[in-house]
Structures are given as C-alpha cells and as structure tokens.
C-alpha cells in the first residue's frame, strides 16, 4: 500500500477515534495506535512509518525478526501481538519492547530469564480470553489474579494492562460486552494492589471494533487492515 493510501487511512482512523472519544469524554491522547503490519511487506511498513505511525506490531517471529533487522529498534516502537513460543523469546528481548501476548507462567519466567541476562524489561499485556471462545489464547478471567500473583517478583518483567481479542461478528456492536468485561476484570484486579502489575492499560480493538474498544477505555489498538492493508495473495 501506497504512503498516500496509509496517510488518508491514518487520518480518517484518526477522526474515528476522536468521534469515539468524544462520545464518552475521553482524551484521543490517551489511545495509542499500534499499526498492525503482519500482512504487508517492508515497503509498506516503511511507508507506514513515514505516515506517521509511531507503534508497529507483528504477530509471526519469523516475520517479525527479519522487519525489525531491516528496520532497526529506532524506526518504531516495536510490539509483539501474536502467540509467542517460549524458544522464541531469546531474540525477541532486546527488539520488541512490548508483548501482548503473555498466557502462561512458561512464558513469564523465559521473558524474565532471558531480561534479566539482556539487562531488559519487557511491558507484558495479560491476555485473557473474555469471550471464552475455544480458538483464543489468553488466561480465563477467574485464573488472572493467581496469575499476577505468580509473576509479581520476576523483576524484568512488568505486567502493565490486560488484552483481549473480540469474536469477528458483522456487527461490532455485539463486542462490546468482550471489552467492558476485559475493562470490569482490569478495574476489580487493580483494586488487589498486587505488586507489579500496574494495568493502567487496555490492549483491545482491531479495525472491525476498535470505536467500541475506544469507548470503552482501549488505550492501545491494534489496526491492521483499515490501515496498512492485507497485501497476502
Ligand atoms: C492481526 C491482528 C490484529 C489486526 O487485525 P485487523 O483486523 O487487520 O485490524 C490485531 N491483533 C492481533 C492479535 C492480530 O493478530
């Protein structure tokens, strides 16, 4: 996709958000988009870079290792959205700084591991299956608590918001219950003050809902194809 397709794309998401912000009085500041670009190629990514995207995600290591090689840390704010494998996580530290993926405590004490080694810390978004679809990754809800409770003293590690995924539907309207569940469930989990888990945000909303995810309290976004695109076959 073209830097002229990306830069009207961007200003039009832009608008929404606003819209969606203003319907419920919230700072558009406050939602940070994160430019999904694990179906499009370099050029495009570069291209989005050059829009003004600031936040790029990637969902695939091996897709994800050989953009960030070719791009380099200082192109973008680099976050890993997708299921991640514990032997992947030694060339993720040090290249995404963000990991929304975080599931199980296997994968907790390999990103504390392997940051403790790097002398890095990574920002961690618990996921956790609201919708309690089968094909979803992401903790139960009931199992969240427990699991902050598990990860609090992995000292390069900081757990700073939950993320969900929505169910595709015709009518995002219907996602709406999935991110003021994920909101409700981060609000109860905060009062438990549990030490290093901060979860002042809210990774939820991709391009099918993310005016739904924004009213209700997304701070991060995810946007692949209303933005940059599917350039897959
Ligand atoms: C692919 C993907 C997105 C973006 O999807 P679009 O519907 O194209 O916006 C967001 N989040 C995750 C976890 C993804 O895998």
Known sequence: MAYMDIEHNLLNVRERIAQACARVKR????????????????????????????HLGESRTQDAIPKWNALGADAA?????????????????????????????SLATELNRRGVAAGVTTKCFLQVNISGEESKHGLA???AADFLNAVHNLTHLEVIGLMTMAPYTENPEETRPVFQGLRELRDRLQEKNIPNAPLAHLSMGMSNDYEIAVEEGATFIRLGSTLVGDERE
Do not use: C
């Open 77 to 105: 704010v680099w976050h890993f959205i997708g299921h991640l494998q514990t032997n992947k996580v030694r060339e993720m530290i040090g290249r995404f700084p963000y990991v929304h993926s975080l599931d199980r405590l």
């Open 141 to 143: 809800p009931e199992e």
């Open 27 to 54: 700072s558009p500041e406050d939602v940070e988009i994160v430019a999904v670009t694990k179906y499009v190629s370099l050029a495009t990514t570069q291209a989005a870079i050059e829009a003004g995207i600031r």
